[in-house]
T-cell receptor, first 111, second 112 residues
Framework: GQQVMQIPQYQHVQEGEDFTTYCNSSTTLSNIQWYKQRPGGHPVFLIQ?????EVKKQKRLTFQFGEAKKNSSLHITATQTTDVGTYFC???????????FGKGTKLTVNP | DAGITQSPRYKITETGRQVTLMCHQTWSHSYMFWYRQDLGHGLRLIYY???????DKGEVPDGYVVSRSKTENFPLTLESATRSQTSVYFC???????????FGPGTRLTVL
């Protein structure tokens, strides 16, 4: 079945360093979504990318969708302690409303 | 998000007992989902529902039962709880305009 893989599984950085997580799908995606889950919290939607090669920015966060629409990345510039959490990517399963989630990248930031 | 509530937030039960986790949305969105989250597995879909009285299995449905008699509610029942069902359970809904998902606060279930 459809798989969404994320790397790395864990990332520990010093505050101020950059961070990137990568997402790869076994199938072409119509769109890809990113979620953030703070420790002890629930996943919260960050953004959706739809177009091939799309790049979107949210302050220090940059999201990219690959040309083939099978991979994506999230880059955080100059991490802050507020960036701590687990970042998930997710893609729709076929043409359904169901999402297949990656296993997430857990980011810890040392102040 | 404020429009989705889950109850209870924490539950400890024993092997073999029946447990029902509740999910309620204040909107009337059609699609609702149940996930479990375990270390190393991320979010795995248990069941989902496209509308009242329409439900379907997800990736890990064994040992779970769902119903949806009302659009706003989507209860998840563990008919005979097992230790392997110890997990954090999240309910989510999708608004009709797009397929982003809004998650409830979660229920932490421990089966002893």
């Amino acid at each position: 079945g459809q798989q969404v893989m994320q790397i790395p599984q864990y990332q520990h950085v010093q505050e101020g360093e950059d961070f990137t997580t990568y997402c790869n799908s076994s199938t072409t995606l119509s769109n890809i979504q990113w979620y953030k889950q703070r420790p002890g919290g629930h996943p919260v939607f960050l953004i959706q990318l739809v177009k091939s090669g799309e790049v979107k920015k949210q302050k220090r966060l940059t999201f990219q969708f690959g040309e083939a629409k099978k991979n994506s990345s999230l880059h955080i510039t100059a991490t802050q302690t507020t960036d701590v959490g687990t970042y998930f990517c997710a893609g729709p399963q076929g043409g359904s409303e169901k999402l297949v989630f990656g296993k997430g990248t857990k980011l810890t930031v040392n102040p | 998000d404020a429009g989705i509530t889950q109850s209870p937030r924490y539950k400890i039960t024993e092997t073999g007992r029946q447990v029902t986790l509740m999910c309620h949305q204040t909107w009337s969105h059609s699609y609702m989902f149940w996930y479990r989250q375990d270390l190393g597995h991320g979010l795995r879909l248990i069941y989902y529902s496209a509308a009242a009285d329409i439900t379907d299995k997800g990736e890990v449905p064994d040992g779970y039962v769902v119903s949806r008699s009302k659009t706003e509610n989507f209860p998840l029942t563990l008919e005979s709880a097992t230790r392997s069902q110890t997990s954090v359970y999240f309910c989510a809904v999708t608004p009709p305009s797009n397929n982003e998902q809004f998650f409830g606060p979660g229920t932490r279930l421990t089966v002893l």
